[in-house]
Each structure stands twice: as structure tokens, then as C-alpha cells.
């Protein structure tokens, strides 16, 4: 067990290492990578908590934050939420998942983005054509984790990745992988997540056709069939590491602490702090804070220079959130909520889940 725990834990901190050094938490790319869906939180307890909720997530929930928390699965369990997301857009998730046996766990979910519907306009029709679309982007998951011991946890998630804007769509494979760790100590808990790890995505479809006749051709020549290609672009990856710590557990009630650092590829780093108080896993309430340390170079004089800022270009930095739990039988019922207040002029993201356990 000793060895185990120093080899994975050696191996989390010499892989942040290197992640690290690799990717620095530059500005430089950022808004060049695509699939951002992959990058919206859904669950609205994780969501509550940050970055911060893979330390210790477990369950249902844990097929986005990080899937090795499913091998603390005691059943069956369901959720479905719905988030009011910016500039009226929603989003809608379901994911579902049990217990298999040796296998370990498994779990299944689909996220949907819903941009709304887009007025089409042309340079001859800015006012619109009269015809209005509706891009949608989804994000199918299946997850697998088991627990090793009765302290490790590992978990693995394959994304299925589609977006569709008229007659062009884009599809890629992304995964993810999780490790938790329980040092039987006061609660405390330490947890590895990589995720959007995939190849490029590139748009096809027959919008970028068209039917013209070819430069030089004879004035009696026909029409050609042209096809323009797209650039491809890469998945927003990102490396995490997160801790939870029981900071007050006496009788019914808990105070909970969590701490995380992500590394990302396209942006700057975010560092989190999140607090938990329950009572009776009946009644909850939380809250996090995190900040991005991003690096960027003068272009004259070539100097790199650091800044740390609360929040990121959407959000302001906290959020707020809470649960009640209520039992019918060997049912769970679990209502969560989630409030987190964006930049300026967008609008404040609301989530509201429901939770179910058999």
C-alpha cells in the first residue's frame, strides 16, 4: 500500500512537472483551440465547488469532474440539470450510472449546448434572409473506474464530441483519466484528473461547396463542383491537482476544505479554494473562489511578465451553492443549486440539478 501511494502520487506531482513546463499557462493560444463545451461545468454541486470538486467527488457526478470517483458508488444512481448559461443560452445534461460487479463502475451521460436560434444574414441581406438556424453542440461520455484498493481509485472517460452548424459538423474523441487517493486521515483526500486529451477536429459538410465555373475555362465550359477546407483545431486539455481536508467533523455536522491547481493548454493556470458544510448529508451549503496566473511576453523587449487575477474572462472568481436531500424509502432525492455571477455584461450563470440514488 506504502509503495503504491508513493508511486502514484510521485508520478502526479513528475507529470504536473512536466505539464507545467510544457504548457506554462500562456494567453498566447489562448482562443485557439476548439470544442469549448468540454470545458462547461455541469453537476451543480461540482459546479459550486470548482475545479476543487475532484478531489473527492463521488457518484453519478463524477463522470465529468473526474471518473475515478464512481468506484464509491453504493447503487444506482441518476441527474439531470439544467444550467440558464450566458448570452441565453442553456444547457442540458443527464448522465446515469451503477455498479458492475468485478468490473468496477460505469457510467453514461450527454451534455447539449443550445446556442438558440441565429438569424442568417448575407452581405446582400443584413437584416436576415428570413431563415434562422440553431447550432447545437453535444458531448456523449461513457466512463468506467474501480477501486484498486481500498484507498486508490482510478477512472477513465471516452468523450464523443459533435457540433453541427448548418450542414457543417465537426466530431472528435477526447478522454479523460482520474486517480483518488484517501489517506485515512481526517478526511483528507488527493486526487490526479487529465481531461480533453484527443486529437483534431476539422469542419466538413456541403456548405463549404460551392458550384462555379473554374478560372481560364472556355465560355461554353460547365460548372465545377469546389470544396473549401476548414482548419482543424485541437481539444482544450488540462491537467489537474486537487486535495480535500475535513477542516471540523463533530457528531452530524462537517466543514469541508478543498484546494486545487489546474494547468491548461490554452489558457492560464487557475488555482481554487472551496468550502463545504453539511449536516446529516441531508443539508449543504458551499462556496469557491479561484484565480488565473497567466504569463505573457513584451513583444519589443521579449521580457515575460506574470499576473494573477480573480476569475477569468467569463466569470468573476466564486460561486455559491447548495443541497437538500430528502428520503423516501431506499430513494434519495437530492435538489442542488448553483449561482455563479459572470463579467460585465453577460449574464449570471444559474444551475439546478436533480439527484437520484436507488
Known sequence: MIRLTIRTLGTAALFALVVTGAWAG???RKGTSGAP?????VGPRGSALGGAAASDVAGVESIFWNPAGLANMEGPEALFSHMRYFADMDVNYAAIATRAGALGSLGFSAKVLSVGDVIVTTETAP???????????????GSWARQFTDRVNFGASVNLVNERILDLTASGLAFDFG??????????MLSMTMKNFGGSMQYTGSNLEVNVRPPGSPPDGSNRTLSFSTARFEMPSFFTLSGAYDLYRRGENALRFRG????????GDNFTGAAEWGYKDLYAIRGSWFGTLTTSTDPVTRNDSMNFDSGDDLYQGFALGGTF???????KLGVDVAWRPAREF???IYEVGLRLKF
Open 346 to 348: 453577460f449574464d449570471d
Open 127 to 141: 437584416d436576415g434572409t428570413g431563415e434562422i438556424i440553431q447550432p447545437t453542440f453535444t458531448v456523449l461520455t
Open 37 to 41: 463545451e468540454l470545458l462547461i461545468q
Open 260 to 267: 486545487a491547481f489546474q494547468n491548461n493548454n490554452f489558457y
Open 179 to 188: 486517480v483518488q487517493y484517501s489517506t485515512g486521515w481526517r478526511g483528507l
Open 26 to 28: 500562456s494567453d498566447e
Open 325 to 331: 436531500l430528502v428520503k423516501t424509502g431506499a430513494t
